[in-house]
């Protein structure tokens, strides 16, 4: 059993600052890709963010770029969303992801949720 629980969420006014955390914990032999979607009301999930490891890499959806920057602790397991000069629009459920691999004898990855988020953003 994997479990991720995001945190961190909340009522910013428009221009502000949010930062959220996911942390990944159970049975984990290790964390590929790690990642942030939101959905609005009477939207679909779309993708935010997502960094790889062992790189690190990140890319990001074209409405966040150079606002937000998502991050990662390998030792906790721990994803980052770092959310600056939020907008009305970045309103949503965000909901954190981690693809797993469970064990050392199996290739095989899973991709588990966090329960998700609410980030409202006032104008």
């Known amino acids: 059993q994997v479990q991720l629980v995001g945190s961190g969420g909340g009522l910013v006014q428009a221009g502000g600052s949010l930062r959220l955390s996911c942390a990944a914990s159970?049975?984990?032999?290790?964390?590929?890709?790690m990642g942030w979607y939101r959905q609005a009301p009477g939207k679909q999930r779309e993708l935010v963010a997502i960094?790889?490891?062992?790189?690190?890499?990140?890319n990001y959806q074209d409405s966040v770029k150079g606002r937000f920057a998502i991050s990662r602790d390998n030792a906790k397991n721990t994803t980052y969303l770092q959310m600056n000069s939020l907008k009305p629009e970045d309103t949503a459920v965000y909901y954190c992801?981690?693809?797993?691999?469970?064990?050392?004898?199996?290739?095989?990855?899973?991709?588990?949720w966090g329960q998700g988020t609410q980030v409202t953003v006032s104008s």
């Open positions: 159970g049975s984990i032999f290790s964390i590929n890709a």
């Open positions: 960094i790889t490891s062992p790189a690190s890499s990140t």
């Open positions: 992801y981690a693809d797993v691999r469970v064990n050392s004898y199996s290739n095989n990855w899973y991709r588990y």
